[in-house]
């Protein structure tokens, strides 16, 4: 989904081959928790529950 959209079932894939860097998310409006995985030419941010979770998967992306 698109930057704002929420999605309560998955909406696609992410390419993890293609990231190039994960950070804690820059975009103004992001949820608590998010991530911002970067891509050659897409930025995707991800919504984590917790500070924990957001760590963890920010971590295992990086280690792929």
Do not use: C, K, N, Y
């Given at each position: 989904?698109?930057?704002?959209?929420?999605?309560?079932?998955?909406a696609g894939a992410v390419?993890?081959?293609?990231?190039?860097?994960?950070?804690a998310s820059v975009v103004?409006?992001?949820?608590?928790?998010?991530?911002?995985?970067r891509a050659t030419d897409?930025?995707?941010?991800?919504?984590?529950?917790?500070?924990?979770?957001?760590?963890?998967?920010?971590?295992?992306?990086?280690?792929?």
């Amino acid at each position: 989904r698109r930057r704002g959209a929420v999605a309560s079932t998955p909406a696609g894939a992410v390419r993890l081959d293609d990231v190039v860097e994960v950070t804690a998310s820059v975009v103004p409006d992001a949820p608590p928790h998010a991530i911002d995985l970067r891509a050659t030419d897409q930025l995707f941010t991800l919504a984590a529950d917790s500070d924990a979770d957001m760590v963890s998967w920010a971590l295992a992306i990086q280690r792929l």
